[in-house]
């Protein structure tokens, strides 16, 4: 089945640094969503992006929606503790609800 | 509000074995579905549905079976587990389709070995 490209595989970076993950596809999406998923727990929904070249944020994360409508971004800013956790995008196809979800960004603090 | 819960949280089964993977949840949610992830692999969908009697294959249906008697209710059934079944299954719900304007909402997880 059809995969989304999601990098890097894992960051480890210092609190405070600013983070940036991405996702491309070889296909064109209507619909771009970024998931993080805590430990132990499923994923949670962080940012929908419905438009081509949409710039969206929430709190300190902001994402981007490609005008290519094949990749989309997320940032994080001044990054805490809480921010751990693995990020997921997933991209919704035209007239097709199904998601495909990305292979994830572990994201790590270094004390 | 309960949400998505999934039980057990943790399973382990021997080749062969059969199990039921439960779900509800209480949101009224039309659609429900369930994934499989594994590392490297992202969430995979196994299989849905968009209603009570109706259900639909995934991307990764082989091995496992549903059924969807009730709204609340979205179990899913391994026959005869294999190793390759071995990974972390999550339930999910949302009002309608897959979250375009109705977010899906997800269970804990089940992890599930398989020896």
């Known amino acids: 089945g059809q995969q989304l490209n999601q990098s890097p595989q894992s960051m480890f970076i210092q609190e405070g640094e600013d983070v940036s993950m991405n996702c491309t596809s070889s296909s064109i999406f209507n619909t771009w969503l970024w998931y993080k998923q805590d430990p132990g727990e499923g994923p949670v929904l962080l940012i929908a992006?419905?438009?081509?070249?949409e710039l969206t944020s929430n709190g300190r994360l902001t994402a981007q929606f490609g005008i290519t409508r094949k990749d989309s971004f997320l940032n994080i800013s001044a990054s805490i503790p809480s921010d751990v956790g693995i990020y997921f995008c997933a991209g919704q196809g035209f007239g097709n609800e199904k998601l495909t979800f990305g292979t994830g960004t572990r994201l790590t603090i270094i004390p | 509000n309960a949400g998505v819960t999934q039980t057990p949280k943790f399973q382990v089964l021997k080749t062969g074995q059969s199990m039921t993977l439960q779900c509800a949840q209480d949101m009224n949610h039309e659609y429900m579905s369930w994934y499989r992830q594994d590392p490297g692999m992202g969430l995979r969908l196994i299989h849905y549905s968009v209603g009570a009697g109706i259900t639909d294959q995934g991307e990764v249906p082989n091995g496992y079976n549903v059924s969807r008697s009730t709204t609340e209710d979205f179990p899913l059934r391994l026959l005869s587990a294999a190793p390759s079944q071995t990974s972390v299954y999550f339930c999910?719900?949302?009002?309608?389709?897959?979250?375009?304007?109705?977010?899906?909402?997800f269970g804990n997880g089940t992890r599930l070995t398989v020896t």
């Open positions: 992006l419905y438009k081509a070249g």
């Open positions: 999910a719900s949302s009002y309608s389709g897959q979250g375009v304007k109705s977010p899906l909402h």
